[in-house]
């Protein structure tokens, strides 16, 4: 199963494969005229894809390189790319997810707030203003100050998903923030990307890492937001 396209056939895998071990994650691009036609040739072999947003192709810290290429080629191809995470809490709880059925591989596993690529051209903190409102329906009004806040430096976030061929070489961003009402909220929850929505403690949080019931991405934002947590706080006295 492959959640970008729907055939993926012998000649195709065989490029793909061949284009993982080239860019080598993105340490080894081609000029840009040969990266495009990859990309139009991959394109031409899968037939119709899903996913076509555009994405920046980043270095290990979150530069861009000057390369773009449709969501569904970064993710085949292991390419490293921003996302944009959005931790929220009210009344000294932190407000998780958990993911949806609809979602491959993922579906099930507790999750952070909300959190979704960094489109090419969009700011990292906008782009977390936007997936806060695609998936749980509210926007900075519904935070103290109106605002997030980044939680230390970009981190890198790994995963490869053999069953669909998906790998996310991510370098995501941590933004932060607490709600104006604490727990007292309505939220508008697409369904497909966050099922559930509930107040847990950091310490239970933590436990669900460590019983391996949580996604990649709370895996590797939570100990970011543990060694920073006095920082981000301090926003709030």
């Known amino acids: 199963m492959n959640v970008f396209c729907s055939m993926v056939g012998v000649k195709s895998m065989s490029v793909i494969n061949h284009l993982r071990t080239t860019y080598a994650r993105g340490e080894n691009l081609p000029g840009k005229k040969q990266f495009v036609a990859q990309v139009i040739r991959l394109e031409r072999l899968l037939g119709p894809t899903a996913f076509n947003e555009e994405l920046e192709i980043v270095s290990a810290d979150g530069q861009t390189l000057g390369y773009q290429a449709p969501r569904w080629f970064v993710h085949l191809t292991g390419l490293r790319h921003l996302i944009s995470r959005v931790v929220l809490f009210g009344d000294e709880m932190v407000l998780l997810q958990r993911r949806g059925g609809d979602r491959f591989g993922v579906s099930g596993t507790y999750d952070l707030t909300a959190g979704g690529h960094v489109l090419a051209g969009e700011n990292p903190l906008e782009a977390a203003y936007r997936e806060m409102t695609e998936e749980i329906g509210i ?87 543990l060694s920073h947590r006095d920082r981000f706080l301090a926003n709030y006295r």
């Open 139 to 225: 926007d900075r009004s519904a935070l103290i100050g109106e605002t997030l806040h980044q939680i230390g430096k970009p981190h890198p976030v790994y995963s490869a998903k053999p069953l669909d061929l998906t790998i996310n070489n991510e370098v995501t961003i941590l933004y932060g923030g607490r709600l104006a009402n604490g727990k007292n909220i309505m939220f508008n929850i697409d369904q497909t990307e966050a099922g559930r929505l509930f107040f847990q403690s950091l310490e239970k949080t933590q436990a669900y890492i460590d019983q391996q019931l949580a996604a990649s991405s709370l895996i590797c934002s939570l100990p970011i937001f």
